[in-house]
């Protein structure tokens, strides 16, 4: 059985100065010079070159390498890295390349080596421009080192990127819109607004079981990410996905790959690989298949993913899902009535419940369908269970 191309890279680098409290992701703290890095990142090198070896690299248009905190590991283990990437993928300038950074470890020196090796955009982990803020999320920077870290990254490179994130217990409405608009005034071309999560199994997971922290208000981070519309749409910025905002030609083209179905290689612990053809897609994580669906099952995925992004999805697209999940003779793209298409009054109840609407041609979310991501991209999923 033959897949479609990789078009996406996805290498994990999963250490970090320091644990945050409200992490659940596959990172660990160690120290800097600890030999566990020096062989993991040996590992890596070695996958990149045995996948490239195999020809699974050939048709990337995209590479990202997230954490954990790449920034974090040294110019010398990344230069390893970025070397065995530069031997193994085309690294044109056509191709995006994105490292993420924190503040604490990024250097003027290592933005220009970085960007000697083929990086061309960098996302920074700022969070808040909130010194308090920061302490209480237990980041290891203050807000004077992201200013600098800003500041460092536009020496060499145009595509900057910025993570914030509101709902954060003690954290003010008008605190987040003052970190959204200092983001803006420092020249950033991408923005990324992410409300708090309380994970299970971490330590603020423990602290708001105990009482010790409040649960986040889901009110007040529904008002923080109406007001980070409001100031990145008037400062020239759109909204490109449900936490995602760009200056024109600034959007993550990597990111954009996840969510518009184009298969993507993992490489490195926990790294997730996504392979399909028209008939089947899997995730292999760690080497366990975490899922495996049918082509019902795609073309209901597809459409929930479509439905993150502000162009939502076509007509067309709508009917091929129909014709695939109802069975019906929508193939061609013509767009049909509702009337036995389970697709098509799935929309239709969504357009009524205020979360999608149409127009152009095009099926979108509303902002209230973004509020209630939950809902709207359960019903879609729910189509093909």
């Known amino acids: 059985?033959?897949?479609?191309?990789?078009?996406?890279?996805?290498?994990?680098?999963?250490?970090?100065?320091?644990?945050?409290?409200?992490?659940?992701?596959?990172?660990?703290?160690?120290?800097?010079?600890?030999?566990?890095?020096?062989?993991?990142?040996?590992?890596?090198?070695?996958?990149?070159?045995?996948?490239?070896?195999?020809?699974?690299?050939?048709?990337?248009?995209?590479?990202?390498?997230?954490?954990?905190?790449?920034?974090?590991?040294?110019?010398?283990?990344?230069?390893m890295l970025l070397y065995a990437l530069s031997t193994s993928v085309h690294l044109t300038p056509e191709v995006e390349c994105t490292m993420e950074a924190n503040p604490e470890s990024l250097t003027a020196s290592m933005?220009?080596?970085?960007?000697?090796?083929?990086?061309?955009r960098l996302s920074l982990g700022v969070q808040?421009?909130?010194?308090?803020?920061?302490?209480?999320l237990g980041r290891a920077h203050d807000a004077e080192a992201a200013r600098t870290a800003v500041r460092a990254a536009q020496e060499r490179f145009e595509n900057v990127s910025v993570d914030l994130m509101c709902g954060i217990p003690g954290q003010s409405e008008k605190s987040f819109a003052e970190s959204v608009r200092e983001a803006v005034g420092l020249g950033v071309t991408h923005v990324s607004?992410?409300?708090?999560?309380?994970?299970?199994?971490?330590?603020?997971?423990?602290?708001?079981?105990?009482?010790?922290?409040?649960?986040?208000?889901?009110?007040?981070?529904?008002?923080?990410?109406?007001?980070?519309?409001?100031?990145?749409?008037?400062?020239?910025?759109?909204?490109?996905?449900?936490?995602?905002?760009?200056?024109?030609?600034?959007?993550?083209?990597?990111?954009?790959?996840?969510?518009?179905?184009?298969?993507?290689?993992?490489?490195?612990?926990?790294?997730?690989?996504?392979?399909q053809n028209e008939c089947r897609r899997m995730r292999v994580q760690d080497g366990r298949v975490v899922d495996d669906l049918d082509a019902r099952q795609m073309a209901s995925e597809d459409l929930m993913l479509g439905m993150r992004m502000a162009r939502g999805v076509s007509d067309e697209q709508v009917a091929r899902a129909a014709a695939v999940i109802d069975g019906e003779n929508g193939a061609n793209g013509t767009a049909f009535s509702s009337a036995g298409s389970a697709v098509l009054a799935a929309f239709d109840e969504l357009a009524s419940l205020g979360l999608a609407e149409h127009r152009d041609g095009r099926w979108r979310p509303t902002e209230t369908g973004w509020l209630c991501g939950n809902e709207l991209y359960g019903r879609l999923l729910d189509l093909a269970p």
């Open 1 to 79: 059985m033959t897949y479609d191309p990789y078009k996406a890279l996805y290498l994990h680098v999963p250490f970090c100065v320091g644990r945050c409290g409200y992490c659940d992701f596959a990172t660990s703290a160690v120290e800097r010079d600890s030999p566990v890095i020096d062989e993991y990142v040996e590992s890596l090198v070695m996958d990149v070159r045995r996948a490239s070896k195999e020809e699974k690299l050939g048709a990337l248009e995209t590479v990202y390498i997230g954490g954990g905190t790449p920034s974090f590991i040294g110019m010398g283990r990344l230069s």
């Open 111 to 120: 933005v220009r080596d970085i960007w000697a090796l083929g990086v061309n």
């Open 128 to 136: 808040s421009f909130d010194d308090e803020v920061l302490r209480i």
């Open 193 to 275: 607004v992410y409300p708090l999560t309380i994970e299970p199994h971490t330590p603020f997971d423990a602290a708001v079981m105990s009482g010790a922290m409040a649960e986040p208000d889901e009110d007040v981070e529904a008002a923080c990410m109406e007001a980070a519309a409001r100031i990145l749409e008037s400062a020239g910025f759109h909204r490109y996905e449900v936490a995602s905002y760009a200056k024109p030609g600034f959007e993550s083209r990597h990111n954009t790959a996840y969510w518009t179905g184009k298969p993507y290689m993992g490489i490195g612990r926990s790294a997730v690989t996504m392979t």
